[in-house]
């Protein structure tokens, strides 16, 4: 039976190549730094666990969640959190909406608002999923492309006028990932304006927005006056929380847009497990995760200060959980990575693989299974130093 054509626009999900790779290398019996896939190392915290236990001893947990648009005290959560800790008041029955996990968030966004021709306004390099999904829609993805010069914002200058008026979403995220970059709220203004203009939905994920250094704590677009009428935000309890196996998270701003979303979603899934949705929304207002936070920092000035003592110039990531640094003179994105991988026994992401735009960088995770206090972070950079031959002159 010949499958569907519109799989043959996208190709192989780029975690799943890199999940070969590392079984290949594990099965070898290598001793492998596993610096790639941006999942949390360490557990989610016992208290989530304990009302998780709770919540899944009620009965009433067990059956179909028949609300509107997710459970009640999740989305009540949800809005309470979003008032502390953003400033903004949401309606919890118009304005936030539950997700199994934010990237099914921004798949069904593209599945709501794109007709074959249509254009989405992408970054690149970037998060897969708006991109991947913008083509199984039947859409266009016009890309913007993000450089170290404009601080890995889009210019949304650039964009052509034809293209813009064509244009139904525009994708930013930020905290970015893979860059690790933020969004400034003049950016965000921009942003807004420029939807205004061209009559666009602003589909912003922010996904890290809790995983923050140095006291820097992230501004949600919907901060910025006038941008509920133009735009939706993408939560996600994963990177927050050490939740990633849970699938939960919420999308919150304009109402037409959560009402478009939340239509295409009880079409296709029957919401999550009602018990994990009411212990991700206590957590929400009941437990900080400054204990995984400070080990990341800690990972994060152990790898910048060792890579730049190798030759590198690297700044500080003020948020997310990602090093994105530029491959020496004489290698691609992909044959530094695989240098690294077969030489050093690290495993990194070429930066390719977000897009042509990451070319020439390679993605490195502080999510480290087996690492305590960053002891393997450093071995890292020792195996580097060790068995990467680096001239940053040629």
Not at 101 to 115: F, M, N, R, T, V
Not at 200 to 216: M, P
Not at 237 to 245: E, H, P
Not at 369 to 388: C, L, P, S, W, Y
Request: aromatic share 8%; charged share 20%; proline share 8%.
């Amino acid at each position: 039976m010949q499958r569907a054509k519109r799989l043959d626009l996208i190709p192989p999900y780029l975690f799943g190549e890199i999940a070969r790779l590392k079984a290949e290398a594990v099965a070898a019996g290598r001793d492998l730094i596993d610096l790639g896939i941006g999942d949390p190392d360490q557990p989610t915290p016992p208290a989530i666990l304990a009302k998780l236990s709770e919540a899944a001893r009620d009965p009433e947990t067990h059956r179909y969640d028949e609300s509107p648009a997710g459970d009640p005290s999740f989305l009540e959560a949800c809005a309470r959190w979003f008032r502390t800790r953003f400033g903004v008041t949401l309606d919890p029955k118009t304005e936030l909406l539950q997700l199994i996990g934010s990237k099914e968030g921004l798949a069904h966004l593209c599945w709501g608002y794109i007709d074959p021709g249509d254009v989405a306004l992408v970054p690149d390099p970037a998060y897969t999923v708006p991109k991947v999904n913008t083509l199984l829609a039947g859409g266009t993805p016009h890309l913007m492309p993000l450089t170290a010069q404009n601080k890995w914002l889009p210019d949304l200058s650039a964009v052509p006028t034809d293209v813009a008026r064509q244009a139904k979403l525009l994708f930013l995220n930020y905290p970015n990932n893979p860059t690790g970059a933020v969004a400034t709220p003049e950016f965000f203004a921009e942003a807004v304006r420029f939807a205004r203009e061209f009559d666009l939905l602003i589909c912003q994920d922010c996904a890290y927005a809790e995983v923050g250094y140095d006291g820097y704590r992230a501004p949600s677009i919907l901060e910025t006056p006038g941008a509920l009428d133009v735009a939706i935000e993408t939560h996600s309890l994963s990177k927050t929380f050490n939740m990633t196996g849970w699938r939960i998270g919420f999308a919150a701003g304009n109402k037409d847009a959560v009402a478009t979303l939340n239509r295409v979603k009880s079409n296709i899934d029957s919401k999550q497990f009602a018990a994990i949705a009411r212990a991700g929304g206590w957590a929400m207002e009941h437990v900080n995760n400054d204990r995984t936070l400070d080990l990341y920092k800690r990972r994060r000035d152990i790898l910048i200060n060792g890579l730049n003592g190798l030759g590198w110039n690297a700044p500080l990531p003020q948020a997310a959980f990602y090093v994105w640094v530029p491959v020496p003179p004489g290698y691609t994105s992909m044959s530094f990575a695989k240098d690294l991988l077969e030489k050093a026994g690290v495993l990194a992401i070429p930066g390719v693989g977000y897009g042509e735009n990451g070319e020439g960088y390679v993605r490195m995770s502080l999510t480290l299974t087996g690492d305590e206090n960053g002891e393997r972070v450093q071995e890292a950079v020792d195996r580097i130093r060790e068995h990467i031959p680096i001239r940053w002159t040629v």
